[in-house]
C-alpha cells in the first residue's frame, strides 16, 4: 500500500484514540460531536447543533455555493457485551500488534478521524476551494434512527440546502482498506404474523386448533418463495424468520396463538407495497384467522456509476493500489435518508470484520490512507 501510517504520530490515529475514550453508548453521543466541533470550527466551518429529542446531531458546513460535498456518519456504537471477554476495557483505546482496539474503532469512528483529517489537509492546501463542505454527524445510527440523520436531512431539506454529493464512512472493506465500496443498500422490510389457534389439551386436538400446524405449509411457501432474481446491482430478494413463538411453556398444551417475526431485504426490483401484497396472496391460500403488522426500516437506494463513484475509485487506485469492489451488501445504512434527496450517495471506510464484536479493532496502517483517499475525492470532486 503506497501510503502507510506513521503509528505513534498520526493524527488521524490521535483523534480516534480520543474518540474511542468517550462512552457514546447509542443514543448518547458523549462529548464526540463537540470534539469534532472543535478541529472544524477553527478552518472556517459553520457550527450547527442540531438537537431533537434524546439525539445529538452535527451539521458543520464551510462555504454557501454548490457543489456541496458531505461527509456523513455517525459517533454512536452498540453496547460492549461480556467486559471479561474484552482483552482490554473497550473505551481505553489500546494498541497492541499493529491494531487499534476499542469499541467504533471500526464502526465508525475510525471513518469520522479519518474524515476530519482528511478536511484539515484539504482546507489548509485549498482555503478558497470552489463548492462546500459539510459534515453530518448524528448519535443515532445504532439504534431506532428516528432522531438521528432522517430529522437532520427533514431540517435542511426544509430550508433547501441540497448535498450534492455523500459520502458515509460506514466500514465497507473485507480485506484492506479501499477493496469494497458501497453505492447501494437493500430495503428492509420486517413483519409480525400471528397466526390464531385455539388452545386446548394435547390429548384432545379436535378440540382445539394449533396454529403451529396450520401455518406451516404457508411459512415453508414464503421461504422458497422467489421474490426476484436481483439485478447488476442487488442480489436477489430474501425473505428470513428472525423469531417464532408459541405455547405456554408446558408440554400438553396446544398453544392459542403463534408469533412469527420475518424480514425481508429487499432490491430495486421490488417495492413494499408488492411484497405485503404478495405475502398475503400467499398467507390467504391456506385459510387461517392471522393479523400481520408492517415496519419499513427503509427503500432501497443506488448510487449509479457516475462523478462520485469514479472519483471514489480513482483515489483508492491512487493511493491503495487496487482496483475497489462496488456492492450492495449488508444491512441498511444513513444513505437511505439521504438518496431520496437526490445526492449521490457512496459508502466507503475501513475493514468491517471485527464490527459490533468482542476486541473491535482496526489496522493503524490503514487509518491515514483512508484519510488521504478522502482527501484526494475532495480534490477530484471539487477542484475538477
Not at 77 to 93: A, C, E, I
Not at 300 to 312: I, R
Amino acid at each position: 500500500m503506497p501510503v502507510l501510517s506513521e503509528i505513534e504520530g498520526s493524527s488521524t490515529l490521535e483523534l480516534l484514540k480520543e474518540l474511542i475514550a468517550r462512552c457514546s453508548l447509542t443514543p448518547d453521543d458523549a462529548g464526540c460531536q463537540q470534539l469534532i466541533a472543535q478541529r472544524l470550527a477553527p478552518l472556517g466551518f459553520k457550527i450547527e447543533h442540531l438537537r431533537f429529542g434524546d439525539v445529538d446531531n452535527l451539521w458543520a458546513r464551510r462555504g454557501t455555493q454548490a457543489p456541496l460535498f458531505v461527509f456523513a456518519g455517525h459517533t454512536d456504537v452498540v453496547p460492549t457485551g461480556p467486559l471479561d471477554q474484552w482483552k482490554s476495557d473497550p473505551f481505553m483505546p489500546t494498541l497492541r500488534d499493529g491494531y487499534l482496539y476499542g469499541r467504533g474503532a471500526a464502526d465508525m469512528k475510525g471513518g469520522i478521524a479519518a474524515m476530519v483529517t482528511a478536511v484539515e489537509r484539504f482546507v489548509a492546501q485549498h482555503p478558497k476551494h470552489p463548492g462546500s463542505i459539510a459534515l453530518l454527524i448524528t448519535s443515532d445510527e445504532e439504534g431506532p434512527s428516528t432522531h438521528g440523520t432522517v430529522k437532520v436531512v427533514e431540517h435542511l431539506e426544509a430550508r433547501k440546502e441540497k448535498m450534492d454529493w455523500c459520502l458515509i464512512g460506514e466500514p465497507t472493506c473485507v480485506k484492506t482498506v479501499g477493496d469494497t465500496i458501497k453505492n447501494g443498500r437493500r430495503g428492509s422490510l420486517s413483519g409480525k404474523l400471528t397466526v390464531h389457534g385455539v388452545q386446548g389439551h394435547v390429548a384432545y386436538p379436535h378440540l382445539a386448533l394449533n396454529p403451529v400446524h396450520v401455518s406451516a405449509r404457508a411459512l415453508a411457501d414464503l421461504c422458497a418463495e422467489q421474490w426476484d432474481r436481483g439485478n447488476e446491482f442487488f442480489p436477489p430478494t430474501t425473505f428470513q424468520i428472525s423469531n417464532i413463538h408459541a405455547g405456554t411453556g408446558a408440554d400438553n398444551v396446544i398453544p392459542g396463538n403463534l408469533e412469527i417475526v420475518f424480514n425481508l431485504r429487499f432490491s430495486t426490483e421490488l417495492t413494499p407495497e408488492k411484497i405485503k401484497q404478495r405475502v398475503l396472496t400467499l398467507l390467504d391460500k391456506h385459510s387461517f384467522k392471522y393479523d400481520i403488522e408492517w415496519r419499513l426500516s427503509g427503500q432501497p437506494f443506488l448510487t449509479p456509476k457516475g462523478a462520485l463513484v469514479d472519483a471514489a475509485r480513482s483515489a483508492i487506485k491512487e493511493v491503495a493500489g487496487i482496483e475497489a469492489d462496488i456492492s450492495t451488501s449488508g444491512g441498511t445504512s444513513d444513505g437511505r435518508f439521504i438518496a431520496p434527496t437526490g445526492a449521490q450517495v457512496l459508502e466507503l471506510g475501513v475493514v468491517n470484520a471485527s464490527i459490533h464484536k468482542l476486541n473491535e479493532c482496526v489496522n493503524v496502517n490503514e487509518l491515514d490512507a483512508l484519510s488521504v483517499i478522502y482527501e484526494r475525492i475532495m480534490q477530484k470532486l471539487l477542484l475538477a
